[in-house]
């Protein structure tokens, strides 16, 4: 499985695909977080940046993982099945590699506020649960790419609108009174702007529905590949 | 290997491409795939290589190695040969120097630093061909392996069919350019008419005569020819 992550991972980088997201990602950067946040609540406010990137990133990271997983042509797909030697390694492999890609585009987005958060004497579980937010979101994200990759829907252009609808969809949902299928969004931000403690309070419930979401979606999303050959 | 009923269609509600396939494949068995374009032989091939999951039935005892090489090899990758073969023998979890070694058998080591995009046909065959064999497989599975070859490795590849054949390998191959035909004990299935079966190469070939009567005869003739066991049909109006 690891072999088949990597052999996708350097597919990717080697395509410059990974450019597109990483471009994205060092403009906003540049032009929004190298800004940092300034005036008596500066603490507070850099803990609050975690929760704003984990929210800009999620589109971004299914972006990300629907163009990794879209890298191989199909053909190559059934080669590696091939020679494969489990049947769900190749499925697995291709979540393994998209969520590690996500995982070094939200290190890239995270160096700045982190340093920032440090250097402001953020609270350091803060911090820490704002780092392990975004470690969430970046699976949930990936796996939203994934439903959406060529394997799943053929054609690109419904792909890219489900890839659109999906992301808007999901903050559309965290709105209503059915919030609790979404990904917690809107909670994560109001948490990480009602200050430091609000946070790490409010961190575990969000963890915990991040994490059942995200189970739910990966499960289905390993339990239908039977029917997609 | 064991195909018991096996049915197969690409949508649900389609019209299935094959059904009702029952068939044995032995270990150590070179088996020719034959049928005309578009009678489902690739579809066929990717069936026993694992590739599709029958839409009906069941295939039992496919082991566990197993080499596929497609009809045309995907050379739309950022790889060089090197790299390429390197990754896929770390997925069929053999060693590096599988790849120098098959790579001399087939006659690219020139090409081994060449990216896969700049490959011609037939050496993008052989990649195709190389990667199915790196691990030694007991099944190899190989659609149309002759085409765009260049003559040195298509007189070579028959041969290598029958030595991995002597070691236990089941070889399934569909040939159009017939190059495995010398080889001895070849089994042959036909693709036709939506299922699998073997041919029958005693059975004299079948040709169609065109008969023109008169057609207050065509009654008579038609009755007849079918008495004396030929298969009429007329033609549609």
């Not at chain 2, 005309?36 to 029958?54: C, E, H, I, Q, W």
Request: glycine share 10%.
């Amino acid at each position: 499985m690891i072999a088949i992550a990597r052999f996708q991972a350097a597919a990717y980088v080697r395509s410059l695909r990974v450019l597109h997201p990483l471009i994205v990602v060092v403009l906003v950067v540049a032009l929004v977080l190298a800004q940092g946040p300034g005036g008596p609540d500066a603490a507070a406010l850099a803990v609050g940046t975690f929760g704003d990137v984990a929210a800009f990133m999620f589109p971004v990271w299914a972006w990300a993982a629907r163009a990794l997983l879209d890298t191989q042509p199909d053909e190559q797909r059934a080669l590696t099945a091939a020679a494969a030697r489990h049947r769900w390694a190749p499925v697995w492999a291709g979540l393994l590699a998209a969520y590690g890609v996500n995982l070094c585009l939200g290190l890239v987005t995270l160096a700045v506020p982190l340093v920032q958060a440090v250097s402001l004497g953020s609270p350091g579980r803060a911090v820490a649960a704002g780092l392990a937010l975004n470690a969430l979101v970046a699976a949930a994200g990936t796996l939203l790419g994934a439903w959406t990759s060529r394997a799943v829907l053929p054609s690109p252009g419904v792909s890219l609108l489900a890839l659109l609808g999906g992301a808007s969809a999901l903050v559309l949902l965290g709105l209503g009174p059915l919030s609790a299928v979404s990904v917690p969004m809107i909670e994560w931000l109001r948490a990480v702007h009602d200050g430091p403690e609000t946070f790490v309070a409010d961190f575990p419930g969000i963890a915990v529905h991040l994490a059942v979401w995200t189970a739910l979606v990966g499960a289905a999303y390993v339990a239908t590949d039977r029917f997609r050959s | 290997m064991l195909f018991e009923g096996v049915a197969f269609r690409y949508r649900r509600r389609g019209p299935w491409i094959l059904k009702d396939v029952d068939l044995a494949l032995e270990a150590g068995r070179i088996v020719e795939v034959t049928g005309r374009n578009g009678a489902g032989k690739s579809t066929f091939l990717r069936l026993v290589a694992g590739l599709r999951r029958p839409g009906k039935g069941s295939v039992r005892g496919r082991p566990d190695r197993v080499g596929y090489a497609p009809e045309r090899f995907p050379v739309d990758q950022p790889f060089t040969v090197r790299s390429y073969l390197a990754h896929m023998a770390s997925i069929r979890g053999c060693g590096a120097d599988s790849v120098g070694v098959w790579a001399e058998r087939l006659g690219f080591e020139r090409l081994l630093d060449v990216r896969l995009p700049e490959l011609s046909k037939g050496s993008a065959q052989k990649v195709g061909i190389a990667q199915a064999l790196l691990d030694g497989p007991e099944l190899l599975v190989l659609d149309e392996p002759f085409a765009g070859l260049d003559a040195a490795t298509r007189d070579a590849l028959p041969g290598l069919i029958g030595d991995l054949a002597a070691g236990g390998t089941t070889v399934v191959v569909s040939d159009h350019q017939r190059c495995i035909e010398p080889l001895p004990d070849v089994e042959r299935l036909r693709v036709a008419d939506g299922t699998v079966g073997a041919l029958d190469v005693t059975a004299p070939a079948s040709a169609i005569l065109e008969v023109v009567v008169p057609e207050e005869e065509i009654d008579t003739v038609e009755a007849k020819l079918r008495a004396d066991g030929y298969r009429v049909r007329r033609p549609a109006r």
